[in-house]
């Protein structure tokens, strides 16, 4: 089949890449110069493992191609995929979607014959709709059905949960449109992954469903590691003893420092708007997205605490990883840009080192001192915040890291090290919900 793909971000690049692995012939369409030479030179512009190697092998097989002027692409697509940015409107929360309605209109005047167009871009409910009203007008005579296929990806993970999802969203009620995206995803059903063919309009609300009950998740267990240091009890524990009754399942209750990246924080500000336009607020993810900014402000504080100090001039505090999570370099909504300046507000001097995303950091975090590893950045230290679990931290020669620190601290963010084995090197640590 002959796809489009408007946008090569994150998910436009992931998606594009593997739908020509699974056979198809995939143009990817953006408006950016740089970024489309970069792509035909074989550059990335993200870092997520594996996409380099993905790409190259299909640019080389002749089913990936890449193009500024997508005009004959969308042309002899059956499918046209929109995967443009939907970010945060300035001001009132609410998913900017003009980069979406521009799409629209573009292909609306290009459409040859029964094409597919298809969002794959997070949506709020409804956009669909008005896609498919955007492109009537422009085209009277288009013919088209306006499909809502929502992405799953997790940002380092993204091409396994593309090839081995879960399940597929398909929103349509057109009958073309539900066969040419059942041919799409054809090479999916090796694995009898579920298909579920639902309702334009559910499809959207889908996405967002599942986004704000992940986010609620994780904001359920970082209150209960809140109780668990105050009753001393052990989050873990409480974790795997929930997560093992198949009704709550084991993943996403990780407590850390709040969840960021590109699609929680967004999604579930988008989700909370929607809502309240519709008049049936949804009062548990408003009550998230206030815990989880609480939260990721209130970590300075926990680190303070740890070094027995409140005023932390004079104070070094080494960072061991900056992004939002690892094996990415992306820095969206990172708990890292909350805590390291409120860090410095407190007076501390801060060095920190990021296997990926310390470029990216340097241009949204100020007075950092950039260390190129684990090592460098303990040294000196009065404390190490773990920030990020990149696997890098996870079996640091902790004899090495006392001998560098000024004095031992460690604040470990993300449950990294056990309690008893720090104290025993004779370190002071702090973690999450492990009283
Ligand atoms: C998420 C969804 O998982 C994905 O399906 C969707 O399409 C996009 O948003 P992503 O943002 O890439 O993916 O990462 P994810 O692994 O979901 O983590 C999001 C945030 O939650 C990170 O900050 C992570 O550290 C945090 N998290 C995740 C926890 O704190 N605890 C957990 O148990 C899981």
């Given at each position: 089949?002959?796809?489009?793909?408007?946008?090569?971000?994150?998910?436009?690049?992931?998606?594009?890449?593997?739908?020509?692995?699974?056979?198809?012939?995939?143009?990817?369409?953006?408006?950016?110069?740089?970024?489309?030479?970069?792509?035909?030179?074989?550059?990335?512009?993200i870092?997520?493992?594996?996409?380099?190697?993905?790409?190259?092998?299909?640019?080389?097989?002749?089913?990936?191609?890449?193009?500024?002027?997508?005009?004959?692409?969308?042309?002899?697509?059956?499918?046209?995929?929109?995967?443009?940015?939907?970010?945060?409107?300035?001001?009132?929360?609410?998913?900017?979607?003009?980069?979406?309605?521009?799409?629209?209109?573009?292909?609306?005047?290009?459409?040859?014959?029964?094409?597919?167009?298809?969002?794959?871009?997070?949506?709020?409910?409804?956009?669909?709709?008005?896609v498919?009203?955007?492109?009537?007008?422009?085209?009277?005579?288009?013919?088209?059905?306006?499909?809502?296929?929502?992405?799953?990806?997790?940002?380092?993970?993204?091409?396994?949960?593309f090839?081995?999802?879960?399940?597929?969203?398909?929103?349509?009620?057109?009958?073309?449109?539900?066969?040419?995206?059942?041919?799409?995803?054809?090479?999916?059903?090796?694995?009898?992954?579920?298909?579920?063919?639902?309702?334009?309009?559910?499809?959207?609300?889908?996405?967002?469903?599942?986004?704000?009950?992940?986010?609620?998740?994780?904001?359920?267990?970082?209150?209960?590691?809140?109780?668990?240091?105050?009753?001393?009890?052990?989050?873990?524990?409480?974790?795997?003893?929930?997560?093992?009754?198949?009704?709550?399942?084991a993943?996403?209750?990780?407590?850390?420092?709040?969840?960021?990246?590109?699609?929680?924080?967004?999604?579930?500000?988008?989700?909370?708007?929607?809502?309240?336009?519709?008049?049936a607020?949804?009062?548990?993810?408003?009550?998230?997205?206030?815990?989880?900014?609480?939260?990721?402000?209130?970590?300075?504080?926990?680190?303070?605490?740890?070094?027995?100090?409140?005023?932390?001039?004079?104070?070094?505090?080494?960072?061991?990883?900056?992004?939002?999570?690892?094996?990415?370099?992306?820095?969206?909504?990172?708990?890292?840009?909350?805590?390291?300046?409120?860090?410095?507000?407190?007076?501390?001097?801060?060095?920190?080192?990021?296997?990926?995303?310390?470029?990216?950091a340097?241009?949204?975090?100020?007075?950092?001192?950039?260390?190129?590893?684990?090592?460098?950045?303990a040294?000196g230290?009065?404390?190490?915040?773990?920030?990020?679990?990149?696997?890098?931290?996870?079996?640091?020669?902790?004899?090495?890291?006392?001998?560098?620190?000024?004095?031992?601290?460690?604040?470990?963010?993300?449950?990294?090290?056990?309690?008893?084995?720090?104290v025993?090197?004779?370190?002071?640590?702090?973690?999450?919900?492990?009283?």
């Open positions: 089949m002959r796809v489009a793909m408007i946008g090569t971000g994150y998910v436009g690049l992931v998606s594009g890449a593997c739908f020509a692995d699974f056979g198809h012939v995939v143009t990817c369409i953006d408006k950016d110069p740089s970024k489309i030479e970069r792509l035909e030179r074989g550059e990335i512009p870092f997520e493992p594996g996409l380099d190697d993905l790409v190259a092998r299909n640019v080389r097989e002749g089913r990936l191609f890449f193009t500024l002027d997508g005009a004959q692409a969308i042309r002899e697509a059956e499918a046209v995929f929109i995967a443009v940015g939907t970010p945060t409107r300035r001001g009132d929360g609410h998913a900017d979607l003009s980069y979406v309605y521009a799409a629209a209109e573009e292909i609306a005047g290009l459409i040859d014959g029964f094409t597919v167009v298809v969002t794959k871009s997070t949506v709020p409910v409804g956009t669909g709709d008005e498919e009203a955007i492109i009537r007008k422009t085209n009277p005579n288009a013919q088209f059905a306006v499909v809502s296929n929502p992405e799953f990806l997790r940002e380092g993970a993204a091409i396994e949960d090839k081995r999802p879960d399940r597929v969203v398909v929103g349509t009620e057109d009958e073309r449109g539900q066969a040419v995206m059942r041919d799409l995803y054809r090479p999916l059903s090796l694995n009898e992954t579920p298909i579920v063919f639902t309702g334009r309009r559910t499809s959207e609300l889908i996405k967002y469903a599942a986004n704000a009950f992940l986010a609620m998740k994780i904001t359920f267990i970082n209150e209960m590691a809140d109780l668990c240091e105050k009753v001393g009890a052990d989050v873990q524990q409480v974790a795997k003893g929930i997560g093992l009754d198949k009704r709550i399942g993943k996403f209750l990780n407590a850390g420092p709040g969840y960021g990246g590109s699609c929680f924080p967004k999604d579930t500000i988008a989700l909370v708007k929607t809502a309240q336009d519709f008049g607020p949804t009062r548990l993810i408003e009550t998230t997205v206030q815990i989880n900014d609480d939260r990721k402000k209130a970590m300075a504080g926990k680190i303070a605490r740890a070094m027995q100090l409140d005023d932390l001039t004079g104070r070094t505090i080494g960072v061991l990883g900056l992004t939002f999570k690892p094996n990415t370099d992306d820095m969206r909504d990172a708990p890292s840009l909350d805590i390291i300046p409120a860090l410095q507000a407190l007076g501390a001097k801060v060095q920190a080192f990021d296997p990926e995303g310390a470029k990216e340097s241009h949204l975090l100020k007075d950092i001192d950039f260390k190129s590893g684990a090592y460098d950045a040294e230290a009065d404390a190490l915040v773990i920030l990020t679990e990149w696997d890098q931290f996870r079996a640091l020669d902790l004899d090495r890291l006392k001998l560098l620190m000024r004095s031992p601290t460690v604040v470990d963010l993300r449950n990294v090290y056990k309690p008893a084995e720090m025993r090197h004779g370190f002071t640590y702090a973690s999450i919900g492990r009283g």
